[in-house]
Protein backbone atom coordinates (compact mmCIF):
# COMPACT_ATOMS: atom_id res chain seq x y z
CA UNK A 1 0.00 0.00 0.00
CA UNK A 2 1.16 3.43 -1.00
CA UNK A 3 1.53 6.80 1.14
CA UNK A 4 -1.05 8.17 -1.09
CA UNK A 5 -3.61 5.07 -0.49
CA UNK A 6 -2.82 5.34 3.67
CA UNK A 7 -3.60 9.08 3.13
CA UNK A 8 -7.39 8.07 2.05
CA UNK A 9 -8.44 7.02 5.76
CA UNK A 10 -7.95 4.74 9.21
CA UNK A 11 -11.07 4.06 9.71
CA UNK A 12 -13.09 0.45 9.12
CA UNK A 13 -16.58 0.09 8.42
CA UNK A 14 -19.32 -2.27 7.54
CA UNK A 15 -21.45 -1.50 4.28
CA UNK A 16 -24.84 -3.07 4.77
CA UNK A 17 -26.26 -3.09 1.22
CA UNK A 18 -30.36 -3.32 1.57
CA UNK A 19 -32.25 -4.36 -1.46
CA UNK A 20 -35.93 -4.01 -1.44
CA UNK A 21 -38.07 -7.60 -2.05
CA UNK A 22 -41.46 -8.54 -1.26
CA UNK A 23 -42.16 -10.59 1.47
CA UNK A 24 -44.72 -13.74 1.11
CA UNK A 25 -47.05 -11.32 2.14
CA UNK A 26 -46.49 -9.00 -0.34
CA UNK A 27 -45.28 -6.52 1.80
CA UNK A 28 -41.80 -4.44 1.08
CA UNK A 29 -39.24 -5.71 3.34
CA UNK A 30 -35.34 -5.91 3.08
CA UNK A 31 -32.35 -8.09 1.88
CA UNK A 32 -29.22 -7.35 3.38
CA UNK A 33 -25.34 -8.11 2.60
CA UNK A 34 -22.81 -6.85 4.64
CA UNK A 35 -19.13 -5.81 3.47
CA UNK A 36 -16.58 -4.56 5.33
CA UNK A 37 -14.43 -1.34 3.85
CA UNK A 38 -10.84 -0.37 5.50
CA UNK A 39 -9.80 2.91 4.18
CA UNK A 40 -12.44 4.63 5.39
CA UNK A 41 -12.51 8.22 7.06
CA UNK A 42 -15.52 9.53 9.08
CA UNK A 43 -15.70 12.79 10.02
CA UNK A 44 -18.67 14.99 11.60
CA UNK A 45 -20.11 17.44 9.87
CA UNK A 46 -22.62 19.01 12.11
CA UNK A 47 -25.58 18.43 14.87
CA UNK A 48 -29.36 19.75 15.33
CA UNK A 49 -31.32 19.62 18.44
CA UNK A 50 -34.84 19.07 18.48
CA UNK A 51 -36.60 19.89 21.63
CA UNK A 52 -40.50 19.78 20.07
CA UNK A 53 -42.53 17.84 22.34
CA UNK A 54 -39.20 15.24 22.73
CA UNK A 55 -35.54 15.14 22.62
CA UNK A 56 -34.19 14.40 19.44
CA UNK A 57 -30.60 15.16 18.32
CA UNK A 58 -29.49 14.66 14.03
CA UNK A 59 -26.04 14.39 13.39
CA UNK A 60 -24.79 14.60 10.30
CA UNK A 61 -21.28 12.66 8.71
CA UNK A 62 -19.07 12.60 5.80
CA UNK A 63 -17.84 9.23 4.80
CA UNK A 64 -14.97 8.78 2.14
CA UNK A 65 -13.25 5.35 1.37
CA UNK A 66 -12.54 3.58 -1.97
CA UNK A 67 -14.21 4.09 -4.86
CA UNK A 68 -15.26 0.17 -5.29
CA UNK A 69 -17.93 0.95 -2.07
CA UNK A 70 -20.84 0.94 -4.40
CA UNK A 71 -22.56 2.41 -1.78
CA UNK A 72 -26.47 3.52 -2.67
CA UNK A 73 -29.43 5.31 -0.94
CA UNK A 74 -30.58 2.46 0.81
CA UNK A 75 -27.15 1.46 2.84
CA UNK A 76 -26.44 1.80 6.23
CA UNK A 77 -22.99 2.23 7.94
CA UNK A 78 -21.87 0.78 10.76
CA UNK A 79 -18.72 1.73 12.76
CA UNK A 80 -17.56 1.80 15.83
CA UNK A 81 -20.91 0.71 17.03
CA UNK A 82 -22.90 3.21 15.57
CA UNK A 83 -25.54 3.08 12.79
CA UNK A 84 -25.81 5.06 9.95
CA UNK A 85 -28.18 5.87 7.40
CA UNK A 86 -26.81 7.02 3.94
CA UNK A 87 -28.19 10.51 3.43
CA UNK A 88 -28.86 11.67 -0.61
CA UNK A 89 -27.03 10.11 -3.13
CA UNK A 90 -23.41 9.09 -2.87
CA UNK A 91 -20.46 9.98 -5.54
CA UNK A 92 -17.75 8.86 -6.74
CA UNK A 93 -14.79 11.03 -6.95
CA UNK A 94 -12.11 10.37 -9.78
CA UNK A 95 -8.52 11.75 -9.67
CA UNK A 96 -6.32 12.80 -12.70
CA UNK A 97 -3.86 10.01 -11.83
CA UNK A 98 -6.89 7.57 -10.24
CA UNK A 99 -4.78 7.23 -6.70
CA UNK A 100 -6.99 9.45 -4.95
CA UNK A 101 -10.55 8.29 -6.59
CA UNK A 102 -12.94 7.93 -3.80
CA UNK A 103 -16.59 7.62 -2.54
CA UNK A 104 -17.96 10.18 -0.43
CA UNK A 105 -21.35 10.16 1.31
CA UNK A 106 -23.08 12.17 3.57
CA UNK A 107 -24.35 10.21 6.77
CA UNK A 108 -27.39 10.53 9.41
CA UNK A 109 -27.66 9.40 12.52
CA UNK A 110 -30.94 10.51 14.76
CA UNK A 111 -31.12 9.39 18.72
CA UNK A 112 -33.82 10.30 20.53
Known amino acids: MTAVQDALGRDTVTVVHRTVVVDE???DAFEEARTDWVRCTMQPV?????????DQVVTRWRLSGPAAMGLAVLDRIEWQGQAFEVDGEPGVHRSFGGLLDHTEAMLRKVTG
Open 46 to 54: DSVESVDGR
Open 25 to 27: RGN
